[in-house]
């Protein structure tokens, strides 16, 4: 059995050919999706703003440790992918950050 890492991602894109229905709805719900709105969580936080350009996610994923960063990227940018196809948002190319929780080192003051 592998060891399991858990990553926190931010997948970052931009809003690309929104029909009229997913621009109405974005801007009715842009209040709740700001940067207070901006926390990771597995089912992941979706924040933007009225330009309705640029959006970003915010996910907590648990990943093999062997696979690695990137692995942890690609299935973060997947529910990303899933969750707007859901919503019925289009969206250009998709980017990702990943931070490794498990091996990330703290410094303390003393």
Known sequence: MST???YRVI???TFDGLSEESRARLLAEVD???MEAMR???EGSLSY???LK???YRLVVVSDAADGEEM???L???RVERALAELGHAHGRLRSKVTDLDTMKINYKR
Do not use: I, L, M, Y
């Open 72 to 74: 942890a990227g690609v």
């Open 54 to 56: 640029h959006f970003s």
């Open 11 to 13: 997948v970052r894109g």
């Open 40 to 42: 990771f969580s597995e």
């Open 49 to 51: 703003d009225r330009t």
């Open 4 to 6: 399991q890492h858990t």
């Open 32 to 34: 709740a999706h700001g």
């Open 76 to 78: 973060a940018e997947d």
